[in-house]
């Protein structure tokens, strides 16, 4: 028996304003997708914007459902539309961004568990990193170099 530990890395930023020049429009991207989310159960709107390596930017926004579980978050939204469009592109780097109408999100939102596992997918396919950054309205950002940072012991197509 040998207890072990993970250590993830990740860097942060102490505002939007100090991220990279292309990273910031990718969050300016991101929030104007924010504008057309579909959050009327939750009030949580989410913009995501893809970078490709063609430069090409994909967006997605959480799109919900009277039936909850049927909604989708930004991120899936995103990645999904970029793979069918651009099937054979790497990814190069994703951004996630939020405004609530009901209080304002001063903390990093970070992806949800279905969405790190299907973002771990394209990662796994074109065995290249994705860069992943996420944030509130306002405060820090958080970026994290890899998906398989953010999920480790993950399911992937090594099993199957
Ligand atoms: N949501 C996202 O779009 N991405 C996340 O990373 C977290 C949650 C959405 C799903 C739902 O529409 C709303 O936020 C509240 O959970």
Redesign the pocket.
């Known amino acids: 028996m040998k207890e072990q530990h993970l250590k993830t890395p990740f860097t942060t930023y102490s505002s939007q304003s100090e991220l990279p020049e292309d990273v910031i429009r990718l969050v300016e991207k991101a929030k104007e997708a924010i504008s057309t989310a579909y ?1 009327p159960y ?1 009030h ?1 709107h ?1 913009g995501a914007a893809v970078l490709l390596a063609n430069g090409k930017i994909v967006v997605g926004n ?1 799109q ?1 459902n009277a039936a909850y579980p049927s ?1 989708m ?3 899936r939204v995103a990645i999904w539309s970029a793979a069918s469009r651009y099937p054979d592109e790497i990814v190069k780097k994703i951004v ?1 961004t939020v405004k609530s109408s009901l209080k304002q999100v001063n903390k990093p ?1 970070a ?2 568990g279905a ?1 790190r596992q299907t973002l771990l997918e394209y990662e796994v396919k074109q065995k290249e990193p994705i860069e992943i950054y996420f944030m509130g309205e306002t405060g820090i950002v958080i970026q994290s170099h890899s998906l398989s940072d953010l999920l480790p012991f993950a399911f992937d197509q090594s099993y199957l």
Request: one cysteine or more; proline letters at 7%.
């Open positions: 959050a939750s949580f989410v959480n919900e909604g978050c930004a991120e996630i939102v992806p949800c969405c």
